[in-house]
């Protein structure tokens, strides 16, 4: 796309009642994602029970379709943002989304009144095309952090459910934003929120609604969120919050030429303050390959909470407020008008130039693939929860299956998120079956995997310093040469159980930019690194990642 082009489906009057007649099937979508195969109830929004605990050895999960995604997107009703909300669900129509997240950021008037407006337009959205998941979210200020994206599952109460949060729990509302070492009230306002990470999953235990999940965003853009913050938030309540960004959206931010020199994918421009966590080095700023450092890290802060032994899942997303080289503006606001007694941004007018942003359209650059046994909300809501969950960017790959199995177990094995029981010594084996990209992606690249790398960790157990950022105990341990191989193969790799527990968990990159990773060539000797600041076009340096799969060796 040019900076002088734009899609027809980018105008504020087409309204996603109307996608199909835009060109875009739903049904295209769903046979794309594999959903019309005999597991499916095809509009159903049921979950399946969640499986008994495995009591012997091995696991055997459910065969799964995954459904493309994005947590992270922002409409009119953000006072930040841009586009109006038919605008951003018919562009994650056009790039092929099966669910998405208006997750507006917290105010007085988004709390008053943008949040029951936005409500109506995703109600009509649901009612006109039920086979496009619509969650209504929130971009939550966390006390003393950053952002955190709360949802729930539709319901009668999904709305107020996220305006009473708002206005009980908001860090920016209530004024519980410091968390700085200096600050008098870091402890109250860190206390404030596992108080509300525990109110919501209070209201899930009550019933009053079905469901809700929490992922941090972007934890590593301003250093905020310290390594004892995120392990506190996911212990008060570990299955609502679930996980954090892998990578974060504006991945368009230092397209070469558009937004400066000292641009950096992901908008990952600043520099240490009073109010971040003092153990975060200057180069944990940054992105590596457009991922988060505490991702990108072999051996670095995911993997120290993995090596916990308990789930923390990885996503992806768009944050779209302002999309690269589109032609839109702001509307002005009529007289006496404001975000504040509106709750609502004049619908944007366009323009023949191009203007700033740094972001790129939802599922256009990055997707969230989710693993589900069946069609709707709260099994799109399961799937992240059990971590059976993969990202991808530009594209790179048209599917993926990860299981790892005993080799004297028949049946499938198990996927991302679980958790297989062995014995000390036993023969296991990864299956890795890989989809290479069949078609161009937006950018007009025929995306091409060059590697896959196996990282495997030892599981510990809790630590003592919950500050702790490193798990000395994981490195990668496998790379695969897959350069030139189309279509559909299954990589095979053999693993062995020894005296403790462990997780694989899996990447892989189109091998255009690599270099010695950040804890050192012995842990990860091609592992993604940061670019020049105002040179990292993100189409050229694109990967994928998934989420862990737990070995739990007898005995261990």
């Known amino acids: 796309m040019t900076e002088q082009q734009l899609p027809a489906w980018a105008d504020p009057s087409v309204s996603p009642a109307r996608l199909d007649a835009q060109g875009v099937s739903r049904r295209q979508l769903l046979r794309r994602a594999g959903l019309f195969g005999a597991a499916f109830t095809l509009g159903s929004a049921a979950t399946p029970a969640l499986a008994a ?38 562009a994650a129509a056009e790039y092929g989304l099966d669910w998405m997240v208006f997750n507006e950021h917290s105010n007085f008037g988004h709390a008053h009144y943008g949040a029951a407006l936005e409500h109506k337009e995703i109600l009509e959205a649901r009612a006109a095309n039920p086979r496009q998941l619509i969650f209504q979210g929130l971009e939550w200020y966390i006390p003393a952090a950053e952002h955190c994206t709360v949802f729930a599952a539709p319901g009668p109460h999904e709305v107020d459910l996220l305006t009473q949060f708002e206005l009980a729990y908001d860090g920016k509302l209530l004024g519980y934003d410091k968390g700085g070492a200096a600050d008098a009230d870091t402890a109250r306002n860190e206390a404030h929120a596992l108080k509300g990470i525990k109110w919501l999953a209070e209201q899930r235990r009550s019933g009053y609604v079905d469901d809700v999940l929490v992922l941090a965003n972007h934890p590593l853009r301003l250093g905020i969120d310290s390594p004892h913050e995120m ?75 993995l090596a916990e032994g308990r789930l923390f ?41 191009p203007q700033a942003g740094s972001d790129f359209w939802p599922g256009e650059f990055s997707r969230t693939h989710v693993g589900v046994t069946r069609y709707g909300y709260r099994a799109v ?75 495997r960790g030892a599981v510990r157990g809790p630590v003592t310093d919950r500050d702790a950022w490193k798990a000395p105990d994981t490195k990668v341990v496998h790379t695969k040469d897959v350069s030139g191989r189309k279509g559909t193969y299954t990589l095979r790799i053999p693993l062995t159980a020894g005296d403790e527990s462990f997780y694989v968990r899996l990447r892989g990159s189109d091998g255009n930019r690599h270099g010695t990773g950040y804890l050192g060539a012995s842990i990860d000797p091609h592992g993604p690194i940061p670019h020049e600041p105002g040179n990292g076009d993100p189409w050229a340096d694109t990967w994928f990642y998934s989420n862990p799969i737990f070995v739990d060796v007898a005995g261990a």
């Open 53 to 90: 605990p495995q009591r012997g050895f091995g696991g055997d999960d459910p065969r799964l379709a995954y459904l493309v995604g994005d947590h992270h997107v922002h409409s009119v009703y953000s006072h930040d943002a841009k586009y109006t909300f038919s605008q951003q669900a018919t």
């Open 231 to 305: 392990r506190g938030w996911r212990d008060a309540a570990p299955e609502i919050m679930i996980g954090m960004e892998g990578a974060p959206g504006a991945q368009g931010a230092a397209i070469p030429g558009w937004r400066g020199t000292t641009s950096i994918r992901g908008e990952y421009e600043n520099k240490p303050s009073a109010q971040s966590w003092p153990g975060y080095a200057a180069d944990a700023y940054l992105t590596y390959g457009g991922f988060d450092w505490a991702t990108a890290t072999v051996g670095g802060l995911w993997d120290s909470m």
């Open 313 to 353: 899942s990885i996503t992806t997303n768009s944050d779209n407020h302002r999309t690269v080289f589109d032609t839109w503006k702001n509307g002005d606001w009529p007289a006496g008008q404001n975000f504040d007694n509106t709750g609502k941004l004049p619908d944007p007018v366009n323009t023949d130039t």
């Open 381 to 455: 809501m399961a799937g992240l929860r059990a971590g059976r969950v993969w990202l991808d960017h530009g594209h790179l790959l048209d599917g993926l299956d990860v299981r790892v199995k005993r080799d004297c177990d028949a049946g499938r094995g198990v996927t991302l998120g679980g958790r297989l029981r062995v014995r000390k010594g036993e023969k296991i084996t990864l299956y890795v079956t890989v989809t290479t990209a069949s078609r161009a992606n937006p950018q007009g690249i025929l995306p091409e995997l060059a590697h896959v790398d196996v990282i």
